[in-house]
């Protein structure tokens, strides 16, 4: 058994950071042709010029080493089982013809004396020791690398000490040799999400290769190769090495002209509408698993704020590789001077106690400014979007405020806390607003406070402290329905200034209610 040359796999060790031109990864074969992790998936790849081909492996009942993404075998093979209560016997049944699933030693034979090497990936540690006992036993001449959990690949590392791994960076920190000590992998792999220059020239640096997954789009496919990664893991060869010897032909010049800010949003808009719809499914689809404390006990985050996040990371990066995005779980990845801004789950603590009171924001921003924003609503299905210029929509219908004047009495506002408790202040404007028989409201979500207005339910809100990652969307929501943003100084155009308390009110309840907000919090 033999391992990957890094000589040629990983970045050159000269004066230039990286390889030009990367070597694909072959993803679970070839399944925009074939099943997933089966022999003939395996072979189209290999015969479409993949330099890698990366299978997943699970185990049997009986201990058999077996090629599967999935824990069952429901969505491939029609069998709810878990693949490890199964016995090989009964798995090898499943399918017809050569669309079966393979063992892993059958995978071995297949790749013996090809060019394409193997990337085992096992997220379990048992399944690792299983496909090591395999590769082990193996007389197969077939290169072989591993890559999963930290857990599986340390299972590794302890039963082949020489083998090759591939460590997972899910991080925008750029890696450092401490990081990477226990494991010492020669690659790292990177969501595409988590792609950044820092990253690939600290992974250089170390001696690291970084492979980028997964990449299929021609446009992400260039920016990738731009960037510095040496490997670039993809569902489609094909696509992705035309792509590929386009650059090594023509090199990886950017595109002649920018979009205009027109064409920019029209694509922008439609993205951002059909991620919001996804958002809805999945946070209504995905109970809360995992919940953690992130700066203070009550700034909860759960498993479904970082699943959400990264599923919009991926959907923009796929549409617009060279945007920069600001994400509340995982931080700041660096871009033009296009940044996109993403709050997963606004009103965690809600999600967490089971109060349909959560939301999603999103928005792009062009030099500073905001183009285009969406609120989506998980428990009503709803979502309000904007576009500067072109007004706000709830369901296609246009939100308008008009100017008729609105008394505070009988009115609602709402408030939020912000993340350190009540603001100076808050106890004084509920006083004030209780003498005006005006209602305050505190659900629980910042952004839906904000976004509440534009759709006129309340007649304003107030909210601590501006963050573009929490409110860019609904204040641009409550810009183009014809609503007023204010600060202490007043009326602002665009965003309030970062960290600056702010108030959103309809135009006929904007004065008086100025008046009592800024009143109760102090003016400058």
């Given amino acids: 058994m033999t391992t990957l040359d890094h000589a040629t796999v990983g970045p050159d060790r000269d004066e230039h950071t990286a390889r030009a031109f990367p070597r694909l990864v072959a993803r679970r074969g070839a399944p925009r042709v074939r099943r997933e992790d089966t022999l003939p998936a395996i072979a189209v790849a290999e015969a479409l010029g993949a330099d890698v081909v990366e299978v997943d492996v699970r185990r049997t009942a009986d201990g058999v080493a077996v090629l599967l993404h999935d824990e069952t075998l429901g969505r491939l093979w029609g069998d709810p089982r878990r693949v490890a209560d199964v016995s090989w016997c009964d798995v090898a049944r499943m399918g ?48 072989v690398a591993w890559t999963g959990t930290a857990a599986s690949l340390a299972a590794v590392r302890a039963a082949l000490p020489d083998a ?36 690939v020239a600290a992974a250089h640096a170390l001696g690291l290769a970084v492979a980028v997954r997964t990449v299929d789009a021609p446009e992400p496919v260039r920016w990738a190769a731009r960037l510095g990664a040496d490997l670039i893991a993809t569902d489609d060869v094909a696509s992705a090495r035309a792509v590929l010897a386009d650059g090594e032909r023509d090199g990886w010049a950017q595109q002649d002209r ?115 924003g969406v609120v989506a609503d998980p428990w009503r299905g709803e979502v309000l979007e904007a576009r500067h210029g072109r007004g706000a929509v709830l369901r296609d219908t246009p939100l308008r405020l008009d100017d008729t004047p609105r008394p505070l009495a009988g009115a609602v506002v709402g408030a939020e806390f912000g993340g350190q408790g009540a603001w100076v202040g808050l106890g004084r404007l509920v006083e004030a607003l209780a003498d005006r028989a005006c209602a305050v409201r505190v659900m629980g979500s910042s952004t839906l406070t904000v976004a509440q207005v534009a759709a006129g339910r309340g007649v304003g809100g107030c909210v601590p402290s501006f963050d573009p990652v929490d409110h860019g969307a609904a204040v641009l929501l ?29 135009p006929g309840a904007a004065d008086e209610l100025f008046e009592v907000w800024s009143t109760a919090l102090g003016r400058p």
């Fill in 164 to 199: 090759d791994t591939w460590a997972v960076w899910e991080t925008l920190t750029a890696p450092t040799a401490a990081d990477t000590a226990e494991v010492r992998p020669s690659t790292l792999v990177l969501d595409d999400v988590f792609l950044t220059p820092e990253t």
């Fill in 478 to 506: 409550v810009h183009e329905a014809g609503g007023v943003v204010l600060t202490r100084t007043g009326p602002v155009d665009g965003f309030p200034p970062e960290g600056e308390p702010f108030l959103v009110a309809h």
């Fill in 258 to 372: 920018e979009p205009t800010e027109e064409e920019l949003a029209t694509r922008a808009q439609a993205l951002a509408h059909r991620i919001a719809h996804e958002v809805i499914a999945f946070t209504r689809e995905h109970p809360v698993g995992q919940v953690a404390s992130k700066r203070a006990p009550g700034d909860l985050v759960t498993d479904v704020d970082r699943a959400v996040e990264r599923l919009v990371r991926a959907r923009v990066r796929a549409a617009f590789p060279t945007h920069g995005f600001t994400g509340e779980e995982y931080g700041e990845a660096p871009g033009d001077r296009h940044r996109w801004y993403l709050d997963p789950v606004d009103g965690t603590t809600n999600l967490v106690n089971g109060l349909p009171w959560t939301s999603m924001s999103l928005c792009l921003t062009r030099g500073g400014r905001p183009l285009v």
């Fill in 96 to 143: 017809n013809g050569l669309d079966r699933i393979p063992r892993l030693d059958a995978v071995l034979e297949r790749l013996h004396g090809c060019r394409a090497a193997l990337l085992v990936h096992v997220d379990d540690p048992a399944d690792a020791l299983v496909a090591t006992r395999t590769v082990a036993s193996s007389t197969w001449d077939t290169t």
